[in-house]
């Protein structure tokens, strides 16, 4: 039986571990960390029976990923699909709701009603194609051409000065600009419009779930299915130079997939030395400094509906989000800064002890930074829910210049997996049609540095086993793989 050994235990490397374990590979996965899920952990950070997602929380791109619902996670995991996609506050006790209805959601927008239906519509209204487009390497034809050039042109203009001009009203550019404003790069950009389009498109197309019990549960699922086909994982296991590695023999078939930065393959022996080149041009963006709360009740927050959206987006008005994105960009932290939070225990009670609740935000802030963001992020949430510093009972904080430490894939910070920019949209860490294939046999990239990027969906690590078996001459099917 030929062996895969696949480093780093996050959705892509077991993603790619339960796809070669199917496909009759004796799979071990390696893990850096004590525990497995990399970016899909959780932890008791704050105090006992407080149980916080170590990385990512809300998870849109798991729900309706294809990997994922080939995997059959809806049926493997309880989901709490909130009412309410995510929630952008303004000052005055004001707020924008992304409902999962957007006639609801366009409803409350105002005179940008029209507008954001006719953003959005046809696009949550053709999901799939959306999906298919920013699913793999762009440097392909789309299935879905149409939906593809809708997306394309969307993107230009939203990530162009032309926003500044399509909406408005206050309510209507502040709710958009807070989902863009995940790219965590200067804005506008073409990157970060596309992911927010995608993220909005989403929102109404199936809403943006999230597993009872905590992220950890992503990872418990793809683990037990790995082992019930003969597979393992090792943790505390952090692989620092491959050349150490019994990794096996690549003329045998054995194959070693990296769910990592890029960077782990420049240990490789032998690498060629113009692939070598183009990885260390490869860059790292910003980075996330995150605090998570312990709380002895909900937030309150000044406009009741926030509290139906667990995701919750606080920059204030669009100019605001836009410059504190571009502060960052610039090697700085605005005084108010664009905070992404996350309130699970609102929906899922098992999260916190009984009529407690768990808050989990981060800041964008430059790579490696010190700072601490625990105070900036407490002001800006104080903002818009008054009494809320009242309320906390603990916290952990979590700084850029830590990341790495606790999650090697993430340099400086950076959880993107490398800078969001036009030309690493298209060279995802290199120009090709297949980047997840690297020029040594047997050897294939599996992580966030390779298409389709960031984001909780299982793609990169489905797309790098994938090229691996088609290399070996047994291609496999998503439908034929879990049937």
Do not use: C
């Amino acid at each position: 039986m030929a062996r895969a050994t696949i480093i780093g235990s996050g959705p892509n490397g077991l993603a790619a571990a339960v796809t070669l374990a199917r496909a009759g590979y004796q799979v071990r996965v390696l893990e850096a960390g004590a525990r497995i899920g990399g970016g899909v952990s959780s932890a008791q950070s704050t105090l006992p029976g407080f149980v916080h997602d170590v990385g990512s929380a809300v998870h849109p791109g798991a729900y309706s990923s294809p990997f994922f619902r080939a995997f059959g996670l809806d049926r493997r995991l309880d989901w709490i699909n909130p009412i309410a996609a995510y929630a952008h506050p303004l000052d005055g006790g004001r707020a924008a709701i992304a409902w999962r209805d957007i006639e609801r959601t366009a409803d409350g927008l105002g005179a940008d009603a029209k507008r954001w239906r006719t953003l959005l519509r046809p696009l949550s209204s053709h999901i799939d194609g959306v999906l298919d487009f920013t699913g793999s390497s762009l440097l392909r034809v789309p299935r879905h051409p149409i939906t593809a050039a809708r997306f394309a042109l969307r993107t230009l203009d939203q990530g162009s000065t032309v926003a500044k001009r399509f909406f408005r009203t206050e309510e209507a550019s502040a709710l958009f600009s807070g989902v863009v404003a995940h790219g965590n790069t200067a804005l506008p950009s073409l990157p970060s419009a596309g992911a927010g389009l995608l993220l909005a498109a989403l929102a109404h197309a199936g809403g943006w779930p999230y597993p009872r019990g905590g992220a950890q549960a992503i990872a418990d699922a793809l683990r037990v299915d790995l082992e019930a086909h003969g597979g393992l994982i090792e943790t505390d296991a952090h692989i620092r130079d491959l050349g150490a590695l019994d990794w096996g023999d690549p003329a045998k078939g054995d194959l070693l997939l990296l769910n990592g930065s890029p960077r782990l393959a420049l240990t490789l022996p032998g690498l060629p030395s113009g692939y070598a080149r183009a990885l260390r041009r490869y860059r790292y963006g910003a980075a996330a400094a995150k605090v998570d709360f312990a709380l002895d009740g909900p937030v309150p927050w000044a406009h009741p509906d926030v509290a139906n959206a667990p995701t919750v987006h606080l920059s204030g008005t669009r100019t605001e989000t836009w410059a504190s994105e571009n502060a960052v960009a610039q090697g700085r932290v605005a005084e108010r800064p664009y905070v992404l939070a996350v309130q699970p225990s609102t929906l899922d009670p098992t999260r916190a002890p009984e009529g407690k609740a768990v808050f989990w935000a981060y800041m964008h802030v430059p790579a490696n930074s010190d700072f601490d963001p625990t105070e900036p992020i407490t002001r800006q949430i104080e903002r818009f829910a008054p009494g809320f510093r009242d309320r906390i009972l603990a916290t952990h904080a979590v700084r850029a210049s830590e990341r790495e430490a606790i999650n090697p894939a993430t340099i400086g910070g950076d959880i993107s997996g490398g800078d969001f920019t036009v030309q690493q949209m298209v060279r995802r860490p290199t120009l090709s049609s297949a980047p997840w294939r690297t020029p040594m046999r047997g050897v294939y990239l599996a992580s966030a540095s390779t298409p389709p990027g960031p984001g909780v969906n299982g793609m990169a690590g489905w797309h790098a086993a994938r090229t691996a078996l088609a290399d070996a001459g047994t291609p496999v099917s998503l439908d034929d793989l879990f049937a």
